[in-house]
Every structure is written in C-alpha cells, then in structure tokens.
C-alpha cells in the first residue's frame, strides 16, 4: 500500500514535469514558426521549417502517448494494434504517392518533367 | 450476474475490456484523422505555382489569430494534465480532488470552443476575398453586405413543380409584400396571398394539385395509346404561376443563389425569374492586401486591379515592397546557388503585400477608423509575405467595385479555397471530438458518485478510457496547430 502511494505520488511528479515541457515546447514551436531568424532557406514556409516544425509537434506528441497513455508501460496486445495501424496508415499514404508516378510518361526520354510542366530535355 | 473484466484485466492480455476497446478505437480514430492529414500533405505538394490557386502560408491565413491557436494548444495541453490528475485523484480514492479537476478539464473544453468560434466568425464574417477578371486578387472586408444584390422586384415567374422559390428568403418576412397570382393552373389565377406562411400553405396546395393535374394526363395520353389512338393529345399542363406584387418590395439577393442579373431582370438558379429594377449590384469593399500571385509580372502593373483601387500611391506602395523583397531575394540566392528560383518569382512573398488606400483628405494620417488598423499590424512580420515596410494607418476609402469585374468573392469559409475547405474540415471535426469528449467527462463527473461508492476502480477505469480520448483529441491539435497555423 505503501509502495503504491509512492508510485502515484512519483507519478503525479512526472505529469507535472511533461505537462510543463509541453508548456515550454509550444512556445519553442511559436517562435520557431514566426521568429525570422528560424526561417531556413528563403522566406516562406520550405521543406526545413517543415522537418522542423513536425519535428517538435512529434516530441510532443511522444511525451502524451508515452506518459498520459501509458504508453510506456502498456501490454503487449496494444503495441501489436498499433503498429498494425501505423502499417496501414503508411502503405495508404504510399498508395497515394503512385498517384503522382506516370510509368508511362516516365519512360519517354526526349521529355522531362518539371512538377507537371512538359520541358524538352537538353 | 457481473460482465467479466470490466475492472479486473484478463490474465492473458492483462487488459480490462474497456482499455482494448477504446485503443480499437482510437486505431480508427487515426486512420480517419491520418486520411485527412494525408490529404493535406498531398493536396499541398501537388500546387502548381503560376497555374493552380497559390497555396497560402498558415501565418498570413491566420495573422493574429496564431495567438489565439497557440493559447489553445495551452489550454488542450491543460486539460490533458487536468484528466490524468482526476484519474490520479480517484486512485486515491479523493472524490473531491477528482471533481475539482475534471470541471477544469470541462472549463479548458468550453475555452477551446469559444476560441475557435472567435476565429470562425472572424474568417466568415469580417474577412473576404475578391478576384477580379485578370485573377488578381484583393483581401479585405466587403461592407454593409454589398455583395448580395440589391433589386425592387415587382413580379415573379416560378415553376410549381419543384422547392420553395429561392427568392422567399431574399425577402424580408416583416415587409412581405400581398401578391396577386396572374397566371397560373386553373383555379388559383386571381388569389392573393398576403405573408410568407399563406404563400407556403398557397404554393403546397398549388404543386399537389399540378402533380394531380400531371398523373392523370399522362394516364390519360398512355391509355388512349394503348386503345390505338394515332394522335392522342399531347401531355400539356400549366406548371408555372407569375405573380405580380401590389406595391414593388426590396430584396437582398444571395449571389449564391442567382445566375444572371440584368437592370431588369433577376435569374435565380432554381429557375426563379424576378422582374423589377436594380437598385445596385456595386459591391464596397475596404482593401488590406493586393495579392498578384496569378498576374504574370509582365502584367502587374497594368492589372486591373489598379484601375479598380485608383491610387496611385497604393501601387507605388505595392511595387516599392516587391522591389524591396525582390532585393533581398537576390542577396539571399546569390549565397545560395545563384538564381531566384520561379517559384519564389510566382510566390508570396513577392507578389502579396499590404496596402492603404487613403481615404479622401486623410493620406497618410493615423487615424481610428480603420477598423482593420491591428490586423495591418501584424504583416510586418517578414514571414508573412507581406511586411517588412512601414504601414500607413488611418481611414481607408471604400472602393466601389462594379460586379462585372469581378470573378470570384466571398469570405474566407470552405468554399474560398482548396486549403481553407481542409483547415474547416480538419478544425471543425477535431472540434466535434472536443464536445464529445467533453460531454463523456463532464457526465463521468456529474453522475459518476454512484458508481465511486459501489466500485471506485471501476469508475477509475472508465476515467482512464476517457482520458485516453481526450489524450488523442490533444494530440491530433499538437499536430493541426503548426501545420495549420504556422507552416
């Protein structure tokens, strides 16, 4: 009984620090996002502010699966049905992407393309 | 008889059914929000600049409202500490504690709500957009609800087969004009029909009696076929009615709603003909920002758009800022590579900036009755594409704008673009899962005692599924914010 309330107790003290680091966290994402001297590249959202910003909402994201779900300490089952769904997700998503790949215009070599504008190849 | 491992776990999972039950559920939870996150990544990436409608940067979307969605990431992130506290306090068999934080979790729900209808109206209501026919762009505020069209109908022509006529709602019930039927259906010429309710109880009666009319001509016309009849009577019954107004009534016409209009003539797109006179079609908008993303630069400077502002120191602004931005993007690509890419030629950052069309007598002055002057603040932050020069506040003149230049208007809702449809979508169902949630919680605290005195690890459990919702709800925001918001 005892040892049970020094678990809570020890645990009421991790909420606490994850909760205050999500605090923290979202400002870092705040002045990431509008601070200019964050904005990589040119001005204007580009593929590094996005790693970037994604970065941060994915650390965050972490500390509230692992520390609020329990994540960290969960029974072997719920790992299973999760990772079932993050393969789904990612092979639906990667579905997608065929979307964009055209096998036959690929294979033509006189043209290239340029994000769907048709340019003569040098 | 009790359902087995509704608070004890099972021995060879050590999962009690209710925590498998909602991590099922969350698994579709994630499939339904990763389908629309993924949209999101693939609608953006497939934006062809200069050919597509640019898509916009999160931060010139929103302007001061990043604020408002930081302080409601705070206030998700709150609650989410606020639940696992409550479930720490039943632990401890502390029902008062437990209380405590979970009306504080319903309190930071309510927060939540309230921001975001802060941020929906502000989008709905008090921001528009008009595209003119060269595709260049004004954002703004349209005033006094100029865009709806504005007419002193006199007669209506309608079908009585379909819906109610458009055109009732246009009209406003306390000045419903008596109307008198002049053409019609056997039977209902000469009525007159005095307010809104009779016209609907006249228009039911009417419809029921053509589509009678109707059914029974046609087995008329298939029964003489059927007896051998050469030339049987064509099918022929009255289906429409006109009719006319005692005295001409004003309508406010939805653009949504209509076709065409001429000086005399209103066409609904239900087929509704309304005859009378124009009052005015002009559309007043107060302009914050000139967007030339989809006016070749070969053309900016003619665009019309300038014709429309008719300022000519709005231009100068405007083309002082690009040259400004055009500078910096040089300096920048000459360390990195040599040329300015295309897609920055076509982008933002060159071709969005602010502008302050003075209003007469007051150029240049600060002033307060530009009531947008705090909005206009915020684009001196560089990253939104549109800043970095001195903006001129004071009185804004309000342009008259005739309707035939322009394309396309409305205000920042769905329909205003590919991103704005999926930021509502993606807000609005986040949104709903809030209110779920919250009402799961607040009926755990509010009648949850009963359940705390016969079995508090049960009721723990049902807390902690909760939870596990709500934890999901917070993290679908963590993500949403930055991409919504800041990228």
């Not at chain 1, 205050?20 to 994402?29: C, E, R, S």
């Not at chain 2, 050919?51 to 916009?56: G, K, L, Q, T």
């Not at chain 2, 209506?156 to 055109?167: D, S, W």
Request: proline fraction near 4%; glycine fraction near 8%; charged fraction near 20%.
């Amino acid at each position: 009984m005892a040892d049970a309330t020094l678990d809570l107790t020890k645990t009421k003290k991790t909420y606490a620090v994850v909760g205050i680091a999500l605090f923290v966290f979202t400002g870092v994402t705040v002045t990431i996002g509008l601070a200019p001297i964050f904005d990589f590249g040119p001005p204007g959202p580009d593929a590094g502010d996005f790693v970037l910003g994604l970065a941060v909402a994915s650390f965050k994201a972490s500390l509230v699966a692992l520390i609020f779900m329990h994540l960290n300490h969960e029974k072997g089952l719920i790992y299973k049905l999760l990772l079932f769904t993050v393969v789904f997700a990612f092979a639906m998503m990667t579905l997608t992407l065929f979307a964009d790949w055209d096998p036959i215009r690929e294979q033509f070599e006189t043209y290239q393309t340029t994000r769907g504008w048709l340019t003569e190849k040098p | 008889m009790e359902i087995p491992y509704e608070v004890t776990p099972r021995r060879d999972t050590g999962l009690y059914n209710a925590k498998l039950g909602i991590w099922l559920f969350l698994a579709s939870e994630v499939m339904l929000f990763g389908g629309l996150f993924s949209a999101y990544v693939f609608l953006r990436m497939g934006v062809q600049d200069g050919v597509d409608d640019p898509w916009p940067w999160g931060v010139s979307v929103h302007k001061n409202f990043v604020w408002l969605g930081a302080i409601n990431t705070i206030v998700l992130i709150a609650s989410s500490v606020g639940v696992v506290f409550a479930w720490v306090a039943l632990k401890e068999r502390n029902w008062r504690r437990y209380q405590i934080y979970m009306y504080f979790v319903v309190a930071c729900a309510v927060a939540f709500m309230c921001i975001k209808s802060i941020e929906y109206n502000s989008k709905l209501n008090h921001h528009h957009g008009i595209k003119l026919i060269d595709n260049s762009v004004m954002e703004g505020a349209i005033l006094d609800k100029t865009d709806r069209v504005r007419f002193e109908g006199e007669k209506i022509t309608f079908n009585l087969q379909g819906a109610l006529p458009a055109v009732l709602r246009d009209i406003r019930e306390e000045s419903f004009p008596k109307f008198k039927v002049i053409e019609g259906p056997e039977g209902v010429v000469g009525n007159e029909i005095t307010s809104l309710s009779s016209f609907k109880g006249w228009f039911a009666d009417s419809r029921r009696a053509v589509f009678e009319k109707l059914t029974s001509e046609r087995q008329r016309y298939r029964a003489e076929l059927a007896s051998g009849v050469a030339n049987p009577k064509p099918v022929s019954v009255v289906s429409s009615a006109t009719l006319v107004a005692e005295a001409p009534f004003t309508i406010s016409g939805s653009p949504r709603k209509i076709v065409a209009t001429t000086e005399a003539v209103v066409s609904y797109k239900d087929g509704v003909k309304l005859e009378g006179k124009r009052v005015s079609d002009d559309v007043i908008f107060e302009v914050h920002e000139v967007d030339l993303q989809l006016v070749i630069p070969q053309k900016q400077r003619d665009s019309v758009v300038w014709e429309v502002i008719n300022d000519d120191r709005a231009k100068q602004q405007f083309f002082a800022a690009q040259s400004k931005n055009y500078q910096e993007l040089v300096e920048y690509y000459k360390d990195h590579g040599g040329v300015v890419p295309e897609e920055q030629l076509r982008g933002r950052y060159l071709n969005v900036h602010y502008v302050h069309v003075a209003a007469d007598g007051h150029g240049g002055e600060h002033g307060k009755e530009d009531k947008h002057a705090d909005v206009h603040r915020s684009e001196s932050n560089p990253t939104a594409g549109g800043g970095g020069e001195e903006e001129e506040h004071g009185p804004s003149k309000h342009l008259i704008i005739p309707r035939d230049q322009i394309k396309f208007m409305g205000n920042h809702g769905p329909r205003y673009g590919t991103y704005y449809a999926l930021y509502f979508t993606m807000t609005a169902l986040h949104g709903l899962h809030v209110i779920g949630g919250a009402l799961v919680l607040l009926f755990f605290t509010v009648f949850g005692k009963k359940l705390y005195l016969k079995n508090p690890e049960h009721l723990a459990n049902r807390v902690e599924v909760g939870g596990l919702f709500w934890h999901f709800v917070d993290l679908v925001w963590i993500f949403l914010f930055p991409i919504m918001y800041l990228l």
